[in-house]
């Protein structure tokens, strides 16, 4: 899903900025704002002047902390240089060796970072303690140690602070002190620093952690009182916002973020994945193919776009979203992947892959939450001429959710009839009817299943009843009901010509004619009467 960088997004990145220094980058890092981070050290990689290693070894950083692993080894080689032996390219190689899962290697190389500077850089220890924490905890207690001796040579530090803060509040589950001691770090950086948006954020999420969401929520507009255009500090107050179940409150922050962090994928994915919860599936798809312009291989927008267009009736770029979904070698299947790709088939009219995302979806989950799922399953059964087996499903969805619903009914009495079982469909039809007193379709198939099957004397006409019932409803829209209102009107026409009424039986067929002029039978049977 993540790209690795390219000299493309070199180009990208420099466009439009002015000169800023690597202090500016290492602060939008610690901010957590690494999409301008990496702007400032794409521009910087480029300037004559600049350490072209250190920028390397940040590039990797803030590439590292937005889950692109790929993109940060390339940095980090590009950081490391064993012929000038610089603490800062020791430390790179030994996030390499992390990556590479070899702990004792990184720790050689740490060990040959601390060696180099002496013992005395309290950024070197930051880094080292960095590596072993974030993105993920590789070694909590080699984390702390190396934040603790970063802080003991510089205690005025606040990104020192932050992190130890960070560190303390990651173990409290081993120590219950250790929340108390997060929130020391945390007030006493933004003490030292009035103007640190970040403390304040951390503030807000141990507040978060805590569910103590009014207290997050008072910290986090802080942050904004400090600097209104932080990107980070809406996506904070969006997610706290849906925890405490404010969810008018939370796709404004998203957007808002968003339009201050374009290049987050993670965030647009987000922002994505609520705009499709609340059912706003044209701006769910609007973000997927921003965000796939970006990242054509990112296989939640493929997902959601994918979803979105069904629900939408989209059913032709549905099933091209969900093709691209499944021949992804780095998608995480979910469930419900096989849920709606077994409904997108079915409207594709695969019935085939239908059938087995079906299949799975149903493996997955036996509950009574699958009884949608099996009467759609049904369904697709029963158009695919399968009646048999739709049949057994929808048996199988009364025996396990205790029922079936009105559209459950009618497709399993449909099915019965083609199944030629005509006693299921007498009695299905006649539950549909019972349910649905005020719709025409169970009385046309109800009077379909005994004139097919003949289940009483055909003389006396038992359909009659259902289809001038049929008659008296569906006759207020005879467009929609056309095809079944000429059935009716000759099935009736019929039964007058065997009483001998010869009116009522021109009247049946004549109606028959208007709906359908070339109607065979009721031309035939009004040349008889005449």
Known sequence: MKKVFSATTLVLFTLGMFAQTLQDAQREIDNENYFKAKQILFKLIKDPAANKNEVAYYLGNAYLKTDDADSAKVFYKMAYNPDSRTALSYVANGRLSLLSKDKAGAKQNFDRALQTSKMKSANIYYEIGDAYFRPVIIDLSAAISNFEAAFNLDNKNTTVMLALGDAYLENSANDNTMGGKAMNKYEGASEANKGLAIAWIKIGRLAVRGRIYDQAIEAFNKALNID?????????????????????KVKPNFEKYMALSPGDNEARTKLASMYFQSKEFDKAIEESNKGLAQDPNNFVFQRIAGFSNYELKRYKEAAEANQKFWANPGKKVKDIDYVYSAKIAAQAGDTA????????ALANDSTSSSCDL????????????????SIAKYALKKDRCGKLGSLDVYYLGRSAIYAKDSLLADSTFAEFIARNPTSPDGYYWKGWTNTIFQLQNPETFPALPYYQKYIEIAGADPAKYKRNLVDSYNYVGMYYMSKKDKDQARTNFSKALELSPDDEIAKEYLKQLN
């Open 228 to 248: 209104q255009n932080y990107p980070v500090v809406y996506k904070e107050l969006a997610e706290t916002y849906y925890l405490s179940k404010q969810y008018d």
């Open 374 to 389: 099996l009467g759609e399953y049904a369904k697709v059964l029963f158009q695919a001429k399968s009646y048999s087996e």
């Open 353 to 360: 892959s239908a059938r087995k995302y079906f299949d799975v």
